[in-house]
């Protein structure tokens, strides 16, 4: 029988298997934040175990750093204690750091594939679930606990079962203003927020292979929105042209060598799935959410489900929503373009390319966030920051901000937010905040009309 | 990490599905460095309202039920990796959480603290929902050894999975780091051949 794209990664990473038991799986490269590696150097400290490849960590700060002033001493005090932790950690231990203000700095899965650090083939961890981003060079990248996170500091190895697999492909030629969120939005709508667990998933067809290296960033970072522990594509000359010159890039002869090892990463023909789904691109159109969960998604001239389950009732209270109605015209306050799922350079062009020209809502507070020092650069560099500003928005500084909140960027109680991130479960983007997922161009156009309007309409 | 045999105790009921970790601790709580103290704060917003005064109506401030063991909706623990959720619940008092289906790495997470993970059917989860509500006083047992989970009241009962070696190491206190120390000649081997 053949192997899927993921078996040849998992199985060329066995160390050994326990018999009736899970196997021990090698991790090339490990990433940490500040967040959910403390604990993780506690016990290794306690137990007076060292770091056995400290090599091949890279960490970042990026949870609960500021996004404006970052020049400046922290304000929070027990963020200010998190981030001083990290650097002491680090430097105890000899890990490469890229910590506020570095010109590296910026989030975690940002950073990684923007200096070539991400590569196909690959296993990569970190204490964090958006790890699944990865998956989009074809290396098995997933989020793990902190207790796992201390595993692979004292062993560069994890005890895990081996996933089931799936496969979800998406056909034919998305129609104008559809973009790979849109995509991640569907099919979790359709599929919903467990239909992945247990999985990895493989994405394919046309769709994924016409995309490019950051919408399927966009595409794997949602899959653990559906359970799945990560998304993996195949790599092709797309991926290799993304890696080829990046900073931790093999060059020159070594380059085309992996290049040719990269090639064999491909699902074979005979091949199985323990699972599988087809979707065709003409049936996607422009999305939204309008519940508690990602899964709670339509198309955004469409009308919110009729459902009697009681936790659909709960989220529905919770939005201030009532089944069957429209989410055209409401009118909305605020908009944050950022966090790992769309901060990239394109979604930044996606959005000034809309707001050219055209000025910002009175009601509307925009929060515009980088996913990276190196993004902020280059949105200078191409003078998109021009255009923000002419139309009365202003650029923040990187990090995860709004997306999680655990800064101070936080949405006000009761407000609503459409939001580019990944997550719009209660209290998300703060205490009583309620959160609409979308687009990076769905999100400039309430920006701009500060409602919800039928993007559609607007483009054909 | 502390055995774990046999819990038997109440139960407090939680029937709302889909439950995320952000809900079992918001991001806000994540600024500790230690494991500790997660318990004050587990389910934050619904335990409390916005000027911190106690939400009556939710199961974990209701007098009427207690216990070790939290019984929920379908999918829980969705959404981040934050192994806080998994301390918060066990620092809160909690040794077993009883769903019809979790998330991945919450149930890795779990399993990695000594707190239980029981996987039942969608029947036996609604029947033990019902049974708790219409009396709190019920007693239910989770045995790991044998695997089984039992409403003492009625002895209705159901076996859950787990794998073997996750079970050997709840039944002992091992932990993973234990067993992968161990591995250290097979893991610097297999980095020899693939260098």
Known sequence: ?460 | MEKFTIVQSRAIPLAIENIDTDQIIPARFLKATDRKGFGNNVFRDWRFDKEGNLNVGFALNDAKYSGEILVTGHNFGCGSSREHAAWAIGDYGFKVVVSSFFADIFKGNALNNGLLPVEVSPEFLKQLLDTIIENPETEIKVDLKAQTITLLGTGESESFEINDYKKTCLLNGYDDIDYLLNQKEKIEKFEQQNS
């Open chain 1, 1 to 460: 029988m053949g192997k899927t794209l993921f078996d040849k990664v998992w199985d060329k990473h066995v160390v050994d298997s326990i018999p009736d038991g899970p196997q021990i799986l090698y991790i090339d490269k490990h990433l940490i934040h500040e967040v959910t590696s403390p604990q993780a150097f506690s016990v290794l400290e306690e137990r007076n175990i060292p770091l056995l490849r400290p090599k091949q960590i890279v960490a970042t700060a990026d949870h609960n750093t500021p996004t404006v002033n970052q020049h400046l001493p922290i304000k929070d005090i027990l963020s200010r204690n998190q981030l001083a932790k990290l650097t002491k950690n680090c430097a105890k231990n000899n890990i490469e750091l890229y910590g506020l203000g570095h010109e590296n700095n910026g989030i975690i899965h940002v950073i990684a594939p923007e200096l070539g650090i991400t590569q196909p083939g690959m296993t990569m961890v970190c204490g964090d679930s958006h790890t699944s981003t990865h998956g989009a060079f074809g290396a098995i990248a997933f989020g793990i606990g902190t207790s796992q996170v201390a595993q692979v500091f004292a062993s560069q190895c994890l005890l895990l079962d081996k996933p089931k697999s799936m496969r979800i492909s998406v056909n034919g030629k998305l129609q104008n203003g559809v973009l790979p969120k849109d995509v991640a939005l569907y099919v979790i709508a359709k599929l919903g927020t467990d239909a992945g667990t247990g999985h990895f998933i493989e994405f394919s067809g046309d769709v994924f292979e016409k995309m490019t290296m950051e919408g399927r960033m966009t595409v794997c970072n949602m899959s653990i929105e559906m359970g799945a522990r990560g998304g993996m594509i195949a790599p092709d000359q797309t991926t290799y042209d993304y890696v080829k010159g990046r900073d931790f890039a093999p060059i020159n002869i070594a380059f085309d060598e992996k290049v040719a090892e990269w090639n064999s990463l491909k699902t074979d023909v005979n091949a199985t799935f323990n699972a599988e789904y087809t979707f065709e691109a003409s049936d996607i159109a422009p999305m939204i959410t309008y519940g508690t969960n990602p899964g709670m998604g339509i198309k955004i001239s469409g009308n919110i489900p009729e459902n009697n389950n009681e936790s659909f009732k709960k989220s529905l209270a919770y939005m201030g929503f009532e089944k069957g109605e429209s989410l055209i015209g409401k009118q909305i306050n605020y908009v944050f373009l950022g966090s790992c799922t769309n901060s990239r350079i394109e979604d930044f062009r996606v959005a000034a390319n809309y707001i050219k020209g055209k000025q910002k809502a009175v009601n509307i507070n925009a929060w515009l966030v980088p996913g990276s020092q190196r993004v902020a650069k280059q949105i200078k560099e191409e003078g998109l920051d021009e255009i923000f500003v002419e139309a009365g928005f202003e650029l923040r500084q990187p990090g995860c901000s709004a997306c999680l909140a655990m800064n101070e960027d936080k949405i006000p109680e009761g407000e609503y937010c459409v939001s580019t991130s990944n997550r719009n479960f209660e209290g998300r983007q703060g205490q009583g905040a309620k959160t609409l997922l979308a687009s990076p161009l769905v999100a400039a156009a309430t920006a701009i009309e500060g409602k919800i309007i039928d993007i559609t309409k607007y483009l054909n």
